[in-house]
Nanobody
Framework: QVRLVESGGGFMQAGESLSLFCVGTGVSGAIFRINTMAWYRQAPGKQRNLVATITADGNTNYADSAKGRFTISRDNAKNTVYLQMDNLKPEDTAVYYC???????WGQGTQVTVSS
């Protein structure tokens, strides 16, 4: 069974940095490394929105809200995708989800709360 497991969320102060991790289990490395991976987030009462994507060959794309502050990366040897978030803002408060679009797999999410 394929699972995406996020971790790294927490309670932060504005301006701080935080790294999120997403590990794919039950999926072969061959499958993981050839697929685009994505991070989404969902704030309370709002829809889930795309934050960043990374293709198999490392090309990245970011939502405007994440540009210049967030960095998505991956380590295919570890079936892991990362989201480095710098200069956090209160509006970054949300549950962050890892997504494998090809198979529409989602993780359970990790909460990030940013206080001003």
């Amino acid at each position: 069974q394929v699972r995406l497991v996020e971790s790294g969320g927490g309670f932060m102060q504005a301006g701080e940095s935080l790294s999120l991790f997403c590990v794919g289990t039950g999926v072969s490395g061959a499958i993981f490394r050839i697929n685009t991976m994505a991070w989404y987030r969902q704030a309370p009462g709002k829809q889930r929105n795309l934050v960043a994507t990374i293709t198999a060959d490392g090309n990245t794309n970011y939502a405007d809200s994440a540009k210049g502050r967030f960095t998505i990366s991956r380590d295919n040897a570890k079936n892991t995708v990362y989201l480095q978030m710098d200069n956090l803002k209160p509006e970054d408060t949300a549950v962050y989800y890892c997504h494998l679009p090809t198979f529409d797999y989602w993780g359970q999410g990790t909460q990030v709360t940013v206080s001003s």
